[in-house]
């Protein structure tokens, strides 16, 4: 058993980070003043080769395995979790199912694009009435002749407001159930779509969210993804890979209120002494470490599976979870550590506390991760593997 990273991983996490703070950095303060995405970021990432970091080079991707991935995510959500959500949907959730499931006349015009960031995805499964619920949800694609007859509302979808292209999760006969859900691509400008209202949050603020709404538009049948049927269980597959990614984009906003909170710890003086100095002080800063360290593990371990080919769904659930709800601890240990100026909005940390809420919510909350490993833990699959 070896805990390292090789030589390879080393350089790819110096690479990333190196790039992320020449391209990205600047851009953050603003960003955040605005709660407007620097949009151009999506052509930078695509000139750099930055997008479809795990999908083959012939699609533009990078060919890099999911360590590799969760490194980047990881060092994106270091530097700012608002502009790190959407870069890593363009290369994950928002283009996957393309990258699966469609035909190479569908790749050559959505996936190929999307790589070179000429064109922006945003995925929508989530709706008003439906969100852990997926096998509810009410957006209807009906097939009339060659074309499909998209009616209903999506909300919460990052990049909504920006987005070129959506692969929209609808229901294609309700009384199939669940088993009648598809995949469709949605282009931007097509009749009978709009986007709703922008949905402002409690943080990740440079992060896009929209509603959107479809109202007797019509999509090409060329535009759907896969069989018209057996949606659900891609979206699952999609979901399991997304979730090791936003744990390590989380674990990115963790790294850098550890880094701020130690860095305070040191130079802060209180009562003639540093408050690293106070047990009390101390002890968040060790907690801090220490479950930042059990994170990457979970979140390594998950890529790890992955990339050997291993069943990962269990493992992604955990690391997803646990990294997740630690996250949001050293987060507000962070602002604790900070004391009064930890609540101001002169200093980061309170933006990685309000960042760090989120993780817990999207790409399934905890509580359908808990329901999910307990599910399998059922199956007797308890193991170290
Ligand atoms: C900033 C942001 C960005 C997002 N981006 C996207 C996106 O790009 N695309 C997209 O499709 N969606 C997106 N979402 C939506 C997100 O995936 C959902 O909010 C999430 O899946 C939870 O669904 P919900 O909000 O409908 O909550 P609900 O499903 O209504 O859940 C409400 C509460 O009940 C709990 N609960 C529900 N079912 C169970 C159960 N069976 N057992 C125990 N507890 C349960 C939940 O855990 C939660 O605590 C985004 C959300 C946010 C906030």
Same mark, same amino acid.
């Given at each position: ?22 391209? #990205? ?219 090791? #990614? ?39 800063? #060790? ?39 630690? #996250? ?58």
């Amino acid at each position: 058993m070896d805990f390292s990273l090789d030589e390879e991983h080393k350089i790819y996490r110096e690479q990333f980070r190196k790039i992320f703070e020449k391209e #990205v950095l600047p851009y953050v303060d603003e960003a955040e003043e605005k709660g407007e995405f620097p949009v151009h970021l999506f052509k930078r990432f695509g000139e750099l080769g930055l997008f479809g970091i795990t999908y083959p080079q012939e699609y533009g991707g990078a060919g890099l395995d999911m360590l590799a991935f969760v490194i980047y995510a990881e060092e994106l959500g270091r530097v700012n979790s608002g502009i790190a959500g959407p870069l890593i949907v363009q290369s994950s959730i928002g283009t996957e199912a393309i990258l699966h499931l469609g035909t190479e006349e569908q790749k050559d015009r959505f996936l190929k694009p999307a790589m070179r960031g000429e064109k922006i995805f945003a995925f929508a499964s989530t709706e008003p009435s439906a969100g852990s619920d997926l096998k509810n949800i009410r957006t209807i694609a009906r097939k009339k002749g060659d074309k499909y007859v998209v009616n209903g509302i999506k909300t919460l979808i990052t990049n909504g407001p920006v987005a070129d292209v959506i692969t929209l999760v609808a229901q294609t006969d309700f009384s199939k159930g669940y088993k009648g859900i598809g995949l469709f691509l949605v282009e931007k400008g097509t009749p009978g779509f709009k986007i709703g209202r922008v949905i402002k949050k409690l943080g990740n603020n440079p992060s896009p969210t929209a509603e959107l709404i479809f109202e007797d538009c019509e999509i090409p049948v060329e535009n759907r993804l896969g069989p018209e049927e057996g949606g659900f269980y891609s979206v699952m597959h999609l979901l399991n890979d997304g979730r090791i #990614v936003v744990a390590a984009r989380a674990l990115g906003v963790a790294i850098a209120a550890y880094e701020a909170a130690y860095q305070y710890a040191q130079d802060r003086i209180a009562f003639g002494k540093k408050i690293y100095d106070f047990g009390e002080i101390r002890s968040k800063i #060790v907690d801090m470490a220490v479950n930042i360290q059990a994170a990457r593990m979970l979140i390594y371990r998950a890529a790890w599976k992955k990339d050997r080919g291993m069943d990962y769904a269990k493992a992604a659930s955990m690391a997803k979870l646990f990294a997740t709800e630690a #996250v949001e601890k050293i987060t507000r240990d962070a602002v604790q550590v900070f004391g009064g100026f930890g609540y101001s909005n002169e200093f980061d940390v309170e933006r990685y506390f309000r960042d760090a809420r989120l993780m817990t919510i999207i790409e399934g909350t905890s509580e359908i991760q808990r329901l999910i490993i307990g599910k399998r833990l059922v199956k007797h699959e308890f193991d170290l593997e």
